[in-house]
């Protein structure tokens, strides 16, 4: 039983690029967060997909978008890309028949490099 | 605002000593809270979780306690081995909106052999 996969797991990009991170959730999983995490901090949220929609945002501008698919996949998108981008992607995927009584399950991240 | 956070940033342990984690928060609608251990180069690992409606709970070594009146949360794990060395995060939420998580900053946790 595959866990959260994410791809890839690391990326150096340059400012004011755009880049694309991936996720598939846990399976029997329908939900997908996307958290940053910079060196030293604790994961901040960034928003949750469900059914294909985004059900909730943290405080994050709109540079930072993303996308559910059918099969409850998930990517996360940053555009204009900044240096304090630099951080790692997490992405957690949990079941919302649970009623929100289960803990998120968390992939190895995608580490973010930005020269 | 909403905040979790450890009272230290760092913990040295002997191991096979018993190891206690402390946490605070400060969202009095969170019911729901959720220890994670994350060590180097990957991501957070679930290792327990407590409802509202209980003030401890008990696990393979370890036991979160849980301490409304203070809004205050322990991981206590016992017998403290090499491979417990990682960073430990408390988190929490409501019950109810499992929507985003409350992260604190982390305890870093060494065995000292």
């Known amino acids: 039983d595959a866990g959260v996969t994410q791809s890839p797991t690391h990326l150096i990009k340059t400012r004011g690029q755009q880049v694309t991170l991936r996720c598939s959730p846990k399976s029997g999983h329908d939900t997908v967060s996307w958290y940053q995490q910079a060196l030293g901090q604790g994961p901040q949220f960034i928003f949750q997909y469900y059914e294909e929609e985004e059900r909730q945002r943290g405080n994050f501008p709109d540079r930072f978008s993303g996308h559910q698919f059918p099969n409850y996949s998930s990517e996360l998108n940053v555009n204009a890309l900044l240096l304090g981008d630099s951080a790692l992607y997490l992405c957690?995927?949990?079941?919302?028949?649970?009623?929100?009584?289960?803990?998120?399950?968390f992939g190895d991240g995608t580490r973010l490099s930005i020269l | 605002g909403e905040s979790v956070g450890l009272h230290l940033p760092t913990l040295s342990v002997q191991e096979g000593d018993n190891s206690i984690i402390n946490c605070a928060y400060s969202n009095s609608a969170s019911d729901y809270f959720i220890w994670y251990k994350q060590e180097s180069g990957k991501g957070p690992q679930f290792i327990i979780d407590i409802r509202s409606n209980m003030d401890k709970r008990q696990g393979q070594r370890v036991t979160v306690l849980l301490n409304k009146t203070v809004k205050h949360l322990s991981l206590q794990i016992a017998a403290t081995q090499p491979g417990d060395s990682a960073v430990y995060f408390c988190a929490e939420r409501p019950l109810s909106n499992d929507y985003k998580l409350s992260f604190g900053a982390g305890t870093t946790v060494t065995v000292r052999a």
């Open positions: 957690a995927s949990s079941f919302s028949g649970t009623g929100g009584s289960q803990p998120q399950h």
